[in-house]
Structure formats: structure tokens, C-alpha cells
């Protein structure tokens, strides 16, 4: 699987434009904002893409979401039904954090835990992980080893809990039986920051073994 990853938005969040090595075809993770710099990337890169996938309903990782589907025609997947009331409340999101007025939107298709999204070879599992929003889903792909996980976990971190509907003890269960249960190799790519690994997450992060939070 290739991957390029796309530092948008003040929030420095990290879109990813992933691809199958066999078949070309390519998707937009989280499209937070500054849809002409992906779109750049896209063109350079000569990727085609099949469509957009949102781990969750926070703006900076959605805004760019509905300009990007309109003008590469695709439709928008993700995430779980549970964030739609992050996506209604977009405007108001705009607003307290200082972007461009939005407007509220909905995917084409929500996403439920065991859904597999499929991409040329590539099989996306969806794992349903709440407790930094109560949507939040992660993609893990086998093949590459690897797990698109948004604002889940971080290298040396966990995602907030502090906004609507957020749940500290709901987040490290997820942690815990959705992400702690894959191959320690597995890459982790977060919405901020740099890659981690499970195992690196399971040694070394304090908020998972109690020495925080």
C-alpha cells in the first residue's frame, strides 16, 4: 500500500492519500481542509481516485471533504452513524475554531464495525472505536500491516475525551480490544503527529498503562 501523507490545516492534521500497488487506484483519509494542496498531490502523483474515507466528524478532518467529492466526483464513506451529529454541527465547529463557514454534510454510506472497504487488492477492515467521538471509526489493512486510526491513539498519546459525547473509559477499551489485538509491526497512522506501532503504543504509552489518565 502506498501512502502520502498531506499536513493540513492549522491543526497540522494528516490527510492520507492511500493507493494499491497492483492497481493504481487511490483514496483521500480525512480530508481536513486545503483541498487545492491535496488536489496537487493527486494530480503529480497521477492517482486516481475511487473515493473519500472519514474516520470521524471533527472539521479539521473533514472540511475539505465536500469540495474534494465534487470536483474528483466520488463519493464520501464513513464515518459511523454515531458522529452525524458532529456533521451537522459543522458550522458551529467552523466558527469556534477560526475556519472557513461550513455546512453540514452526510457520506454517501456510513460505516459499522466489520465492514470491508474495498480498494484495487487492498481490503479495509472498519473497526468501530468511540470514546473520542462516539463514530470514530480506524481502517486496518493486513496486507501492509498497517491501521488508519484518526484521533484514536498517537504516538505517546490517546485521542481527547473532553468534547460532546467523548469517553475516556470507552476510548482505551477500544484501544485496548480493537487496536492492542493487532500484530505489534503494525503501523500506526495517526490524524496527528508522527507513525507509531502497536507494539511501540503497547510498551511505551502511559495513557494505556495507567501512569496517566
Not at 69 to 86: Q, R, T, Y
Not at 159 to 180: C, N, S, V, Y
Amino acid at each position: 500500500m502506498k501512502v502520502i501523507t498531506i499536513p493540513v490545516t492549522p491543526f497540522m492534521q494528516n490527510c492520507r492519500v492511500i493507493a494499491c500497488d497492483v492497481t493504481g487506484k487511490a483514496a483521500i483519509v480525512d480530508p481536513g481542509g486545503d483541498a487545492d494542496k491535496i488536489l496537487s498531490v493527486i494530480n503529480s502523483n497521477e492517482l486516481t481516485i475511487e473515493f473519500i474515507l472519514l474516520t470521524h466528524g471533527h472539521l479539521d478532518h473533514v472540511g475539505a471533504s465536500t469540495e474534494l467529492a465534487k470536483s474528483l466526483n466520488v463519493e464520501i464513506i464513513g464515518p459511523h452513524i454515531e458522529d452525524k451529529f458532529w456533521l451537522d454541527g459543522l458550522p458551529m465547529q467552523a466558527q469556534m475554531f477560526g475556519f472557513e463557514p461550513q455546512s453540514g454534510f452526510y457520506p454517501h454510506k456510513w460505516l459499522d464495525e466489520g465492514d470491508v472497504v474495498e480498494l484495487g487488492e487492498l481490503r479495509l477492515t472498519v473497526k468501530h472505536c468511540p470514546g473520542h467521538t462516539p463514530g470514530h471509526v480506524v481502517f486496518h489493512e493486513p496486507k501492509s500491516a498497517s491501521v488508519l486510526v484518526g484521533d484514536v491513539l498517537f504516538k505517546g498519546s490517546v485521542g481527547r475525551t473532553d468534547f460532546p459525547k467523548g469517553d475516556a473509559a470507552q476510548l482505551k477499551h477500544a484501544i485496548e480490544t480493537k487496536l492492542f489485538t493487532l500484530d505489534d509491526e503494525t503501523r500506526v497512522m495517526s490524524g496527528h503527529g508522527e507513525d507509531t506501532s502497536i507494539g511501540y503504543e503497547k510498551r511505551h504509552n502511559p495513557f494505556m498503562s495507567g501512569r496517566f489518565g
